[in-house]
């Protein structure tokens, strides 16, 4: 099973880069009628009554077969409608604040059968009811799509009366259609099939941070970022139990994005080389082993992605007031010596701490006084 949870990740990197995963789920009812007890007149005119016919047998329940491919699939979209949910608050809500990566989105993703790989087709046909068409997957909440009411499973037919492309490279092709008419207009006229019925939206388009949202294929708790894309382990997910907790995680890699950290320290060229190797089928884990050729972050560069990341938190309507803690816990749990630990990245806890309690003070002031979240 551990083999077949490595090889879903690699779907995360095929389909699309800021996915959202819907999940169908079939169910199978069995039932039988049981005859009512005849009677039946003898020879001699009295009525007379028999015994009732034997019960029939009740047919044995039909098992649901599951497939290992559908059981991986099925994990990789928990794990990454996790990360997707927790995520979109943060991207729709805090354009301002990463201005060099904010882009105009349509606000959801959409997928076909051939956006995964070979031996997952049959899978994501039956559990995602996938074909030759898109259909949406995923729906960012807060922005424009989710608010004129488009929804997870709607086939998308046409956008601008331009009929959308059907096939294995669909995704790419509605892409590059779609990329000049999100530059230049506010709203795109959205046909889609619903139900056997055609309905037609006018969708805003959102003002978003157009960061990437990776899962990483690895039980170490850690988390990356190289300045377009945030990466989050499988490990980090399970550490992280509540979303809010997620959220600090997701919130302080975006920072270090938007505050062009990778860029600056010259280590995004590392840090995108690991990423990629960790959405691969099956990723080198030696390529991971310490800090994975990444120069740990000086207590300045870190506590400003923390600052930056609070601010965001907040925007998104997240409670700041367990940040500090998670953070200490964290590095308690996972010290700087654990290997492929977050803290041997990010080794200034101390410094973090105050800088965190200090920025929290701040935000609750600004709050109360209703001035703009601003750093």
């Not at 819907?22 to 009512?36: N, S």
């Not at 960061?211 to 997910?237: C, I, K, P, Q, W």
């Not at 990778?262 to 990423?275: H, K, N, Q, Y």
């Not at 290997?339 to 701040?362: E, Q």
Request: charged share 20%.
């Amino acid at each position: 099973m551990e083999k077949k949870m490595l090889e879903v990740v690699e779907l995360t990197r095929q389909h699309c880069r800021s996915t959202l995963i819907a999940l169908g789920v079939a169910a199978l009812l069995a039932a039988c009628a049981t005859p009512a007890p005849t009677t039946a007149p003898d020879s001699s005119s009295s009525t007379v009554t028999k015994a009732a016919a034997p019960l029939p047998a009740a047919p044995a329940p039909v098992p649901v077969v599951t497939s290992a491919e559908e059981t991986a699939l099925r994990q990789l979209v928990d794990l990454q409608d996790r990360l997707d949910r927790v995520a979109g608050p943060l991207l729709v809500n805090n354009p301002a604040l990463c201005k060099r990566n904010a882009r105009r989105l349509l606000g959801f993703t959409a997928k076909t059968k051939y956006s995964y790989s070979t031996e997952f087709t049959p899978a994501a046909q039956k559990l995602l009811q996938l074909d030759e068409r898109l259909r949406v997957t995923g729906v960012l909440p807060g922005s424009g799509a989710d608010k004129v009411g488009v929804l997870r499973g709607d086939i998308l037919l046409s956008v601008n009366e331009k009929s959308l492309p059907q096939g294995p490279n669909a995704e790419r092709q509605t892409a590059a259609l779609l990329a000049p008419m999100v530059t230049s207009r506010g709203n795109v006229k959205l046909t889609v099939l619903r139900n056997n019925r055609q309905m037609v939206f006018d969708v805003p388009l959102t003002m978003a941070c157009a960061f990437r949202v990776e899962l990483g294929n690895t039980d170490a708790v850690n988390a990356y970022s190289d300045g377009y894309r945030v990466l989050v382990t499988r490990g980090m997910l399970a550490y992280a139990k509540s979303d809010q907790d997620l959220a600090y995680v997701l919130a302080r890699e975006m920072a270090h994005n938007a505050l062009n950290h990778p860029v600056r320290l010259r280590s995004s060229a590392t840090i995108a080389g690991v990423i990629d190797n960790l959405i691969r089928v099956n990723p080198d884990l030696g390529m991971i082993n310490g800090t994975a050729g990444i120069k740990p972050y000086s207590q300045s560069i870190d506590a400003a992605a923390d600052v930056m990341a609070l601010f965001m938190t907040a925007r998104a309507g997240v409670d700041i007031d367990g940040a500090s803690a998670f953070w200490e816990r964290l590095a308690n749990q996972y010290p700087i010596a654990t290997t492929n630990g977050y803290t041997a990245l990010h080794p200034a806890t101390t410094y973090r701490l105050a800088a965190i309690d200090k920025a929290t003070a701040d935000i609750h002031a600004k709050q109360a006084m209703q001035k703009p979240l601003i750093p």
